[in-house]
Nanobody, 118 residues
């Protein structure tokens, strides 16, 4: 069983930055493929950034060049650095982990709210 805890959300003005963290426990972190998703009110959950099997991180077109996903295996934590934030980035952000040896083992965090507003 994997537990994911997100943190770092909050209220921020347009153009500013935030860094989200997702701490994992309960599994060998290097066996997890990590991703960030977000869900705005009334909208479907969408992928923001995700590790791929080739070791490359892919990003949604809407965040390319502004968001950067990174991981620290020693700290069992994945980060989402968000720069030049826009009001349309307002959403609940979720961390997702998938076992690279069994994709049916998928886990979600509880989410952290990001609100971009002046």
């Amino acid at each position: 069983q994997v537990q994911l805890v997100e943190s770092g959300g909050g209220l921020v003005q347009p153009g500013r930055s935030l860094r989200l963290s997702c701490a994992a426990s309960g599994s060998i972190f290097s066996n997890l493929r990590m991703a960030w998703y977000r869900q705005a009110p009334g909208k479907q959950r969408e992928m923001v950034a995700a590790d791929t099997s080739g070791g490359v991180t892919i990003y949604a077109d809407s965040v390319k060049g502004r968001f950067t996903c990174s991981r620290d295996n020693a700290r069992k934590t994945v980060y989402l650095e968000m720069n030049s934030l826009k009001p349309e980035d307002t959403a609940a952000y979720y961390c997702k982990a998938v076992n690279i040896y069994n994709s049916r083992d998928t886990y979600w965090g509880q989410g952290t709210q990001v609100t971009v507003s002046s």
